[in-house]
């Protein structure tokens, strides 16, 4: 008798021996299939972590480096769920300050969980700009804001399951993506991209809760500000 364990042909001959001997082989041959099933299982999961219903890999490579995810965690409005965000580094960092004195890669993953219309996105995101900078430092990236609202206003609006990435690259800049398409040339401003970065991460951040999960930081309560 052959049996295929997890992908392999395992042969038990069964035909000379006694009645009991026969139960015990085929016992075997269930225990066996069940070892393969707990001990294979969880490893098709382990590269990646379920947030409301969106799975978010636990690493990637950005050409020239891996990153692993730092923390992630639900964007809400009010009770709505709006979209997961995950965010990646080279390093583990569990503040703001940390994350943008790391010179290393970074990427931001938006997964959206509801229809989002792109430009009240972007006219958000250009909101949680000037909500967490100066006016003397707000002056230094102004001249970027029409760019990116010009970007959201051509996606015109995101669907459930669709992605808005954004990616810091040394040397290059920051990339926007959307729908796995790059959205015209990359901010080559790293003040732009921390900019950019603390709408989620600054000191008055779209979700404080988000904020925390972003910093892998565990704490009770929710407040959202946009």
């Known amino acids: 008798m052959c049996l295929k364990v997890n992908g392999m042909n395992t042969a038990f001959d069964t035909t000379n021996l006694p009645a009991t001997s026969n139960a015990f082989a085929r016992w075997a041959m269930v225990l066996s299939l069940a070892a393969a099933g707990i001990f294979t299982a969880p490893l098709a999961n382990a590269s990646a972590r379920e947030i409301a219903g969106v799975m978010v890999p636990l690493s990637f490579n950005l050409p020239g480096k891996e990153l692993a995810l730092n923390g992630a965690g639900i964007r809400y409005r009010g009770p709505f769920k709006v979209y997961t965000a995950a ?23 938006l997964t959206m969980l509801r ?21 003397g430092d707000l002056l230094k990236v102004i001249s970027e804001l029409p760019r ?28 926007l993506s959307s729908r796995g398409e790059p ?18 991460l600054g000191k008055s951040p779209a979700d404080w809760q988000l904020k925390d999960a972003l910093l892998g930081v565990e704490k009770v309560g929710r407040m959202s500000t946009l």
Do not use: C
């Open 148 to 175: 990116m609202g010009e970007i959201f206003s051509a996606n015109k609006r995101l669907m459930p399951g669709e992605q808005l990435v954004v990616d810091w690259q040394p040397g290059r800049g920051m990339q």
């Open 115 to 135: 229809e989002v219309k792109s430009s009240e996105m972007g006219r958000l995101f250009i909101q949680g700009v000037q909500k967490n900078m100066s006016p």
């Open 183 to 200: 959205q015209g040339e990359p901010f080559e401003s790293r003040e732009f991209f921390d900019a950019f970065i603390n709408i989620w």
């Open 87 to 109: 965010l990646y580094t080279t390093r583990k960092v569990g503040t703001s300050a940390e994350f943008h004195a790391d010179d290393g890669g970074k990427r931001l993953v």
